[in-house]
């Protein structure tokens, strides 16, 4: 029985694990960087460690300190959270080494879904849809020898690792070699590996995830779909669910497939197959995230099933209450509050928050670790704070986001705040029309983009 967890994050994502917990009845350990020793995760936590200076690798990316403060601690756990080391096997062997419970699925199926390349062969093999492209790792030569077959426009990425990068969309053979070298390198410093493997881009698409929780034994229940398909630079600014583009009939394409990958993998824990949904509604498998997800408070909204209540508890050995299919329950939007400045290319722009005032009433949940008076500080995600909304329908889950949005009073800093009031006004949205282009297509709709 669990008794003690290690949360091996920080920030909102510590704070959401360390209230898990406390529902749970099992005590929370907080680790921190110099950089976060006033941060509110802190103070929720039972016990805090501090592990190193502000710079990732010598702190929260430092898989000895952070074995060494559970393992000091007494821990019977270690919950990664996402981003850092959720998707590092290494991490998740180092643990079972230490004789730590690693909540999420086993190091072999981390590795399995991050090498991109293992991962299409892993899942064509369950019967997936994959994105015509390259059958591995594909040097230049090999890439512009399928662009000639397949045409172009062509996706470059990385084969170790996601979120964008090591990621070009190439649109014509002449910029094939330099997109290629810029990809290469780019991968190589951010997964200290520069294999690309080629497909070709999908264009007018919806990204769409299968959000599925694995009890490791071949036990999967799928819990409906979210669209992400709102994103700069690869990284999402919107959530929701269900899709405006997903039919009761895709769905359950779309779910049968993600749990017959579970399968195969003998998944365990929480994770998400990703898809893109092309305008004629075929489907195409992109990736898995075998962590939980930023945002997977729209479909803990939609199924009232707690996601990280639920990893902790298969973690512990009590596997599903259900297999199957979740039931699903009216609209939910999610709006990433980002310290960015949108009119200045998305500029992070950390400091102080000089006044914090969160939105409240029916169908609105707030997931932040900012506080009046925080300093955010420059060393890490932009994330600062996730507004949530449920409703009916898909019109009052709108009309109940734009409520929030004008509640909101975060000041101090610039913020993704106004931008995402300009998405949710915009036809494009209001109809479900957006595709992965929305930014660049609607620009002329979102004055918060504009310079002053």
């Known amino acids: 029985m669990l008794r003690r967890v290690l949360i091996a994050n920080r920030g909102e994502v510590a704070v959401r694990i360390i209230r898990a917990c406390r529902e749970l009845g099992l005590e929370a350990v907080a680790v921190y960087s110099t950089a976060d020793r006033d941060s509110l995760h802190l ?76 991962a299409k062969e892993t899942v064509a093999r369950a019967g997936l849809p994959l994105v015509p492209g390259s059958d591995g790792v594909a040097t230049l030569n090999e890439a512009q020898a399928l662009a000639a077959e397949v045409g172009f426009p062509l996706l470059l990425k990385a084969a170790a690792g996601g979120g964008g990068r090591g990621m070009r969309l190439v649109t014509a053979a002449r910029d094939l070699e330099s997109a290629y070298r810029v990809a290469q390198a780019e991968a190589e410093g951010a997964f200290a590996d520069g294999s690309l493997y080629v497909e070709r881009a999908v264009v007018d698409a919806h990204h769409v995830e299968i959000q599925v929780l694995g009890d490791g034994e071949r036990g999967v229940l799928t819990l409906g779909e979210r669209d992400c398909s709102i994103q700069r630079r690869h990284q999402k600014l919107i959530e929701e669910a269900p899709s405006p583009a997903v039919t009761p009939e895709l769905r359950v394409a779309m779910e049968d497939a993600a749990a017959r990958a579970c399968e195969a993998l003998r998944y365990r824990g929480a994770g998400t197959i990703e898809f893109l949904v092309d305008a004629e509604r075929h489907f195409y498998f992109i990736e898995m995230n075998t962590r939980l997800q930023v945002e997977h408070p729209v479909t803990e909204l939609l199924t009232g099933i707690d996601l990280a209540q639920a990893q902790l508890r298969i973690a512990d050995g009590a596997g599903l209450t259900r297999t199957g299919r979740a039931d699903l329950r009216g609209h939910a939007i999610e709006i990433r509050i980002n310290a960015e400045d949108p009119a200045d290319n998305f500029r992070p722009a950390p400091g102080l928050v000089t006044r914090f005032r969160p939105p409240l009433g029916p169908g609105v949940r707030v997931d932040t670790h900012v506080e009046e008076g925080y300093r955010i500080p420059p060393f890490y995600d932009s994330l600062i704070a996730k507004v949530i909304v449920w409703a009916e329908d898909r019109p009052g889950a709108i009309a109940r986001a734009l409520r929030a949005l004008d509640e ?37 709709e979102l004055p918060a983009l504009e310079a002053a």
């Open 43 to 118: 103070r929720l936590a039972d016990r805090a460690v501090h592990v190193g200076p502000p710079p990732p690798a010598q702190s929260y990316l430092n898989i000895a300190s952070l074995v060494a403060a559970a393992t000091t601690t007494g821990c019977d756990a270690v919950h990664p959270g996402w981003g850092f080391l959720a998707e590092n096997a290494e991490f998740a062997r180092a643990c079972e080494d230490n004789d730590l419970v690693f909540v999420g699925p086993r190091p072999e199926s981390i590795d399995t879904m991050g090498d991109k390349v293992r």
């Open 408 to 444: 909101l009073v975060l000041e101090g800093i610039p913020t993704t705040q106004e931008l995402a009031r300009d998405i949710l006004r915009s036809d494009a949205f209001a109809n479900g029309a957006y595709t992965t282009g929305f930014l660049t297509d609607a620009a002329g």
